[in-house]
């Protein structure tokens, strides 16, 4: 499979914002969001076969692993890493666009579903049949933009009753959208939501990759 990057750091997004995890970035993503900002994933990377993963995975210790992108679906081999990794006792979790069906990734992998607001362009790819899909272990994600990105977020969340059913997030696009602007719509709305930070981007606001 090709990989874009392996490393140890603390995770910046979801409910285990802080704690420290081991990454595998996967290459490839089938969406071009507005605001991506690992644009580098989308073809950088080297062929390493499952062992080949497993043995960088090892020597950065035994903490949970985050399988990201890119969009780490499009790469079928990742049910064997997983079936591997979850073999050897991690504790797995995965990041997705929400654009791929879910079906198939195993029940004990902790999945982070992104739902696409419309200033990402890529709304009209979201895979509704996730929702029926998801585990209460898993969370879903909101990256907000503009005004018109929270109202679809709220809507969506509204409809389909998602915070009582999972963690749901709502994370401001970094630079973009001012995080106390969606904390005062969610307080204004009594929504049962987490403000998502990029923790990772004010820590190491100097680094693009790895982090």
């Not at 069906?101 to 362009?121: F, H, L, N």
């Not at 209460?136 to 509204?158: N, P, R």
């Not at 959208?177 to 981007?201: G, N, P, S, T, Y």
Request: charged letters at 25%.
């Amino acid at each position: 499979m090709r990989i874009n990057e392996i490393f140890y750091s603390l995770q910046g997004e979801s409910s285990y914002e802080g704690y420290p995890f081991i990454f595998i970035r996967l290459t490839g993503c089938n969406l071009r969001c507005a605001y991506c900002d690992t644009a580098y994933a989308f073809y950088e990377g080297e062929e390493l076969g499952i062992e080949e993963v497993l043995g960088r995975v090892h020597a950065l210790g035994f903490h949970p692993v985050l399988i990201t992108g890119g969009e780490p679906l499009i790469q079928h081999q990742i049910h064997d890493l997983i079936k591997a990794l979850l073999g050897d006792g991690y504790n797995v979790f995965l990041e997705t666009g929400g654009s791929l069906s879910i079906t198939e990734v195993d029940p004990r992998v902790v999945k982070i579903v992104d739902i696409k607001c419309p200033s990402s362009g890529e709304s009209e790819r979201n895979c509704w049949e996730n929702l029926q899909k998801l585990a209460a272990t898993d969370e879903i994600k909101f990256v907000i933009g503009t005004v018109e990105d929270y109202e679809y977020a709220k809507s969506v969340c509204l409809k389909y009753g998602l915070p009582e059913r999972h963690t749901v997030l709502f994370s401001p696009v970094f630079g973009v959208m001012d995080a106390r602007q969606i904390a005062e719509w969610i307080l204004q709305d009594r929504l049962r939501v987490k403000l998502q930070i990029q923790l990772h981007k004010y820590l190491w606001p100097d680094k693009d990759r790895g982090y």
